[in-house]
């Protein structure tokens, strides 16, 4: 631990960490007008994955750079609720085509969602750039990704089995074009369909179980991701989990949801344990380790129904300091299943499946005899006021030398 972390903690260490790094990355812009536009718009729509896409190699790094981008396009397509059914599908199913069309334009989205979309011909040019290994990779992903999109706009997430369809395609998706990808830089073995799409489907139902009030509340049309056959047994609307008087179903129902995302993990730590590349493994663990540290964090915590639930900068800038080694990911894992598991009330009608899956996640941990300690927490710690003014004059004076050397 340096200056900082003996002075302060080791978040505060790794907050300066993180924004020095950052403060680099705002500095790296590409000379070319589009690679510019495409990195800058990478850090505005997700500054967490424009950190951890910076570990790949630069060649690698452009490719997920760009394929990033062209889902989260697609997405911005997909959210969209003021754009009726009859425009939207067809160019869902059709998007695929699009991205060899550099004119290509269609405006829809908001804030930053809507600044991508309107120059989209920016990232339409960096994947015309890409070796066709890439492009056939993104290309695929993006046509079944689109398709399944579009089958889910006329149709409601009724079963556990829907669900998990539906987080394929928007996710799992996702997964299987990043190995493909990591295979065509040569870098990796071509993974296991089954366990890219867990890796996936991990993150996102972690998302849909966060993100619940969000979606619910979206104008002009809730969002409905949570599937029936889970919340009907709590109330009868999704939308009466969000009122004060259902607080105790709610919670129930939550947790259900958490405990369905967990069968997800084991995949997960087989496909990360499989990889060879470091900077490949740093750039899968950082979003898996967060993930389950916000379901950690969701479980059993009404406030996902009152507003947002996320992690402190703090913990999250911890993650992506520590996150080196399968050593760090099984650390990681086992403490933050521990943290979940200390919130499992035996009165919790899925308790014992709960506890279950936590138990095989532990063991799995375990018995790979790499486990350290690193003491997660997900209590916000006590602050210092002195100590607090320290880093601040601390950030202020690294922010000035930055400013300098310009």
């Known amino acids: 631990m340096g200056v900082v972390g003996a002075v302060l903690g080791p978040e505060a260490e790794a907050l300066v960490r993180l924004r020095v790094a950052a403060g680099r990355l705002r500095r790296e812009v590409p000379a070319d007008e589009h690679w510019a536009f495409a990195y800058s718009m990478l850090h505005r729509v997700s500054r967490s994955f424009a950190l951890v896409i910076q570990q790949l190699g630069p060649d690698l790094r452009n490719a997920v750079c760009v394929f990033y981008l062209v889902l989260r ?3 911005t397509v997909e959210d969209d609720t003021s754009i009726p059914t009859e425009v939207k599908v067809p160019i869902l199913q059709e998007f695929h085509h ?4 550099r004119d290509w334009h269609f405006s829809c989205g908001t ?3 809507k600044i991508l979309m309107d120059k989209f011909h920016y990232v339409l040019t960096a994947f015309l750039e890409l070796g066709s290994g890439y492009q056939e990779a ?5 046509r079944r990704m689109g398709a399944g999109m579009a089958k889910f706009i006329c149709k409601e997430v009724e079963t556990v089995d829907d669900y998990d369809e539906y987080c394929h395609y928007v996710a799992g998706l996702v997964g299987i074009g990043l190995s493909r990808l990591f295979h065509a830089a040569g870098l990796e073995d071509l993974a296991p369909e089954s366990l890219s799409n867990s890796m996936g489907l991990f993150l996102q139902k972690v998302n849909i179980t966060r993100d619940y009030l969000e979606d619910i509340n979206e104008i002009p049309k809730s969002r409905m991701f949570w599937p029936r056959e889970i919340w009907s047994k709590y109330v009868d609307k999704l939308e009466d989990l969000k009122y004060e008087e ?7 129902c939550l947790n259900e949801m958490v405990t369905n995302g967990l069968i997800h993990t084991e995949d997960c730590l087989r496909y990360m344990s499989a990889l060879k590349d470091i900077a490949v493994l740093r750039f899968c663990a950082i979003p898996q380790v967060m993930a389950l540290a916000t379901y950690a964090l969701c479980y059993n915590n009404v406030n996902v129904f009152r507003g947002v639930v996320k992690m402190r900068r703090g913990l999250t800038a911890r993650i992506i300091n520590e996150t080196n080694s399968m050593s760090d990911v099984y650390t990681a894992f086992y403490e933050f299943s521990s943290l979940l598991e ?9 308790a014992l499946l709960t506890r279950k899956r936590v138990n095989a996640i532990k063991e799995t941990c ?4 790499l ?25 202020i004076a690294i922010l000035l030398g930055v400013l300098y050397r310009r």
């Open 138 to 142: 993104i290309e695929e992903i993006t």
């Open 246 to 252: 259902n607080s105790v179903k709610a919670v129930k």
């Open 73 to 75: 396009a697609l997405d």
């Open 366 to 369: 375990k018995s790979s005899g």
């Open 371 to 395: 486990l350290k300690k690193r003491g997660y927490d997900l209590d916000r710690p006590k602050q210092n006021p002195v100590m607090f003014m320290m880093l601040l004059l601390l950030l």
């Open 111 to 113: 804030k930053d969602y």
């Open 342 to 350: 200390r919130k499992i009330y035996d009165n919790d009608p899925n």
């Open 98 to 101: 699009h991205i060899y069309n």
